[in-house]
């Protein structure tokens, strides 16, 4: 156990990792193992019988959209707090989230849809941007073994962006097409074109493109490896219990809400 000032026992929070043997859950045991406050008190794969969480009180989920409100429920109704980094939380899933949260006051679930401080900065500029441009369209661009499209970055900032342009006023952003069989024209989100491109080699990259006439703003991230996620995780792990009830944007646990 770490010693703090003057040679006190600091205390350490338990974490358990569901969806440990994917992608990004091997990387979030590793950081959480690495982490002077943090024990990893359980690793979870699927099948695996959740139990008691090994006696956590966090729980990471980084599962699959099909199994994350299942995988929430189960913690929070033991009174786990959950950081949820799992796509494909819309809309009827946190209203179901935010009822079961409601019998259970001291619970906090953080719902990230990005950890990544430059991503969570893109939407965030992009929110500000977005009143003062006629046209956005959002690029995202990922590894070709994501299962969700669009991602959840990419659906978090169309409602940013829907939001602001709704508050400033602002017409339909402006699309003459009236032939598309294809769907060339890409998924509306919020109104908002999202295009999603699958490309071996990628990661997580997102570009938002805005446009006025005479002039372009693009606001690019690109995560590059999964280490990119590592500090926020760890972030939404020492501040979820903090922070009961439902918190969509790690954003709200960095001041920059
Ligand atoms: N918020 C972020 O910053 C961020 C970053 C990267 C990925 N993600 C999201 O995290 C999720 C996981 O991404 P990934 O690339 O690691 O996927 P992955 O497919 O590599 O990993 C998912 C793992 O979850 C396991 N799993 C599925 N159901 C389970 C259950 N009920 N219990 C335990 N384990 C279960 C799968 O077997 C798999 O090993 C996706 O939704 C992805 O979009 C979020
Ligand atoms: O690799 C993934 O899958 C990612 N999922 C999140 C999303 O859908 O936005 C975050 C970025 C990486």
């Given at each position: 156990m770490p010693r703090g000032y003057a040679g006190r026992v600091a205390t350490t929070t338990r974490v358990a990792v569901i969806g440990a043997n994917g992608r990004m859950g091997s990387q979030a045991c590793q950081a959480v193992e690495a982490a002077e406050d943090l024990e990893l008190v359980g690793r979870y794969g699927r099948g695996?019988?959740?139990?008691?969480?090994?006696?956590?009180?966090v729980a990471v989920d980084l599962t699959v959209p099909d199994s994350s409100p299942e995988v929430v429920a189960h913690c929070v109704d033991r009174g786990v707090s959950v950081v949820v980094g799992t796509t494909g939380w819309d809309d009827a899933r946190l209203d179901d989230l935010r009822a079961r949260l409601a019998d259970h006051p001291d619970v906090g679930v953080l719902i990230a849809p990005n950890f990544a401080i430059g991503a969570i900065l893109m939407m965030r500029f992009a929110a500000q941007a977005?009143?003062?441009?006629?046209s956005v369209e959002i690029v995202e661009l990922h590894h070709p073994a994501k299962v969700d499209a669009p991602s959840g970055t990419a659906a978090r900032t169309a409602r940013l962006v829907g939001e602001a342009r709704r508050e400033a006023g602002l017409a339909d952003v402006p699309d003459a097409t009236a032939h598309d069989p294809d769907g060339a024209r890409g998924a509306r989100v919020d109104g908002i074109p999202v295009h999603s491109v699958r490309l071996r080699g990628l990661v997580a990259h997102q570009e938002v493109l805005l446009g006025n006439p005479g002039e372009m703003l693009t606001i690019r991230h690109d995560s590059f490896d999964r280490e990119s996620f590592m500090p926020g995780v760890l972030a939404g792990i020492r501040g979820v219990a903090d922070h009961p009830g439902l918190t969509v944007g790690l954003e709200h646990y960095l001041g920059l809400a």
């Open positions: 695996d019988d959740l139990g008691d969480l090994g006696g956590a009180q977005a009143r003062f441009y006629e």
